[in-house]
């Protein structure tokens, strides 16, 4: 039979609550060792909850205009590749035409079966594709944008565009890289630039013959389409770089945010263990107290 009951009843009754809510704070501390962060649900941190949410969604949000950024700059790169391809077309046509200008019979003959084969080319640039799709296409990405059925084999002129060859649309594409931000980078197989290229290849590939005044026509036309390619490229530059600053702004600041909300959630590790230790030692003496209080009876109180 246990003695002084009453009198002990609220001191053990105290202790036992002490004992649990270090028992308590310690299921919490392994917790948090375990895992390095203060808690597995929002509602444990408290008033920094909200900072919290706020943080990840704005690193979460950061990460979507970081990964848009990342294809649109990598359509842009295919994009600038193939109108250097087209540039470098138009420069070789450019010589040929130029080494026709002497007059030689052979050297038309060259340039026109030469114009052949560019044109089939420069329609096979502009159908270039970057995941899964065409890049020159405007927004019917999954349509190539150029058809040269019809196209090639019609006779054309230096002085009247035509852009029948194109089955894009009108669209031109831009990517959001920030709330408040996009950039246009599309330009599609339509443009002024690569209708030129279009014209004077095609009016080279079909002509039986050139004459001085044609190579002539010929040679300015292919000029201009050349200076016009540079402008393209120019602008798909600047877009490109415009893609990579916003990109890597994008990047600075999930940085920081995910850095932000790491300090507010995560737990110095050596810092829990020590205090953990410490609670374990509390936890032990209090037990220890808890069983010395419960084992006083009469018989060893008289002894």
């Known amino acids: 039979m246990t003695v002084m009951r009453v009198a002990t009843f609220a001191q053990s009754g105290q202790m036992i609550a002490d004992a649990l809510r270090v028992q308590s704070r310690m299921a919490e501390l392994q917790i948090q060792e375990a895992s390095g962060v203060k808690s597995e649900s929002f509602a444990g941190y408290g008033a920094d909850a909200q900072h919290v949410v706020n943080l990840q969604v704005g690193v979460t949000r950061a990460q979507s205009y970081i990964d848009a950024a990342t294809l649109a700059g990598g359509k842009v790169q295919v994009m600038y590749s193939a109108a250097g391809s087209i540039a470098d077309i138009v420069t070789q046509l450019r010589s040929q035409l130029s080494a026709a200008s002497t007059g030689s019979t052979t050297e038309a003959t060259s340039a026109i079966s030469s114009a052949q084969q560019m044109l089939q080319q420069v329609g096979s640039l502009l159908n270039t594709q970057y995941d899964g799709q065409y890049v020159f296409a405007g927004c019917k990405t999954s349509t190539p944008p150029v058809d040269l059925s019809s196209f090639a084999s019609s006779a054309g002129s230096t002085t009247t ?7 894009g649309d009108d ?15 599309g330009v599609n197989a339509d443009n002024s630039a690569f209708e030129q290229v279009m014209r004077v290849l095609r009016y ?30 120019e602008r798909l530059g600047n877009a490109a770089s415009a893609i ?6 994008q990047s600075d600041y999930k940085s920081f945010a995910s850095a932000l909300a790491s300090d507010l959630t995560s737990v110095d590790v050596a810092a829990v263990t020590a205090e953990l230790s410490t609670y374990q030692s509390q936890l032990t003496a209090s037990y220890s107290a808890i069983g010395k209080i419960f084992s006083l009876n009469l018989a060893s109180y008289l002894k």
């Open 161 to 167: 565009a035509d852009t029948s060859y194109y089955v």
């Open 171 to 185: 669209a031109t594409t831009s990517v959001r890289v920030s709330a408040d931000q996009s950039v246009a980078y």
């Open 204 to 233: 080279v590939a079909n002509s039986s013959s050139l004459s001085s005044s044609q190579i002539a026509t010929a040679l300015d036309l292919a000029s201009s389409a050349l200076d016009a390619t540079a402008s393209v490229q």
């Open 244 to 249: 990579e600053n916003a990109s890597a702004r």
